[in-house]
């Protein structure tokens, strides 16, 4: 993206426009697909989830008047492969290191053309999904939440959440950080368990 490009209100009107006419479904929609991306780069092994979710809906909403004019079908799965994209360009940066999945896996996993994205999305999405509903309550509960806001707020969000559980910010941080590890375990595995297209 180009560092000279700053988001602007009518650069988000039209994103959320194009997201949907009604405003109050925009919104929902909007959080629904940056819920998505958290997860899918949680999922990819990222400690810069939010980042780079939000660095995806940069791009995307910095194109959202030219994208809104020509582009067919539902806007998350556009923003699903540029999300592939920006992924891509996080693991070649020199200070990142691999933690989920190889560079040659995404690129099988994902397509870059919108064409077929669904189907190569599929399966990546469908093992997080299907993690996602395989943990206990309370740590489907506990990454969700964690996973909230952004910068400061994010901060103080989460010494509530440890509030509410009784325990330290850190000791929340660790915990986690845990189930993140073992979501991250158990979509590989499923991922190994697909059958092959």
């Not at 360009?89 to 190889?102: F, N, V």
Request: hydrophobic share 40%; glycine share 4%; charged share 30%.
């Amino acid at each position: 993206m180009k560092k000279e490009w700053v988001l602007t209100q009518g650069a988000f009107d039209t994103l959320l426009e194009w997201l949907d006419p009604d405003r109050e479904q925009a919104g929902r929609k909007y959080e629904t697909i940056r819920t998505r991306l958290i997860k899918i780069f949680i999922c990819r092994g990222c400690l810069e989830a939010e980042l780079l979710a939000d660095e995806t809906i940069n791009r995307v909403t910095s194109k959202a008047e030219e994208i809104s004019k020509s582009y067919v079908g539902d806007p998350a799965l556009y923003f699903y492969a540029v999300a592939q994209k920006v992924h891509l360009e996080h693991l070649r940066k020199p200070h990142t290191q691999q933690s989920a999945i190889s560079v040659e896996t995404a690129d099988n996993l994902l397509s870059t053309a919108p064409v077929g994205l669904v189907e190569d999305f599929e399966p990546e999405y469908r093992c997080l999904e299907r993690c996602l509903e395989l943990l206990p309550k309370e740590n489907r509960y506990l990454l969700e939440r964690y996973y909230q806001l952004e910068k400061q707020a994010k901060v103080n969000h989460r010494k509530l959440l440890a509030t509410e559980m009784g325990i330290a910010v850190n000791a929340l941080r660790i915990r986690a950080h845990r189930i993140r590890l073992a979501m991250r375990q158990c979509v590989r595995t499923c991922l190994e368990q697909e059958p092959a297209h």
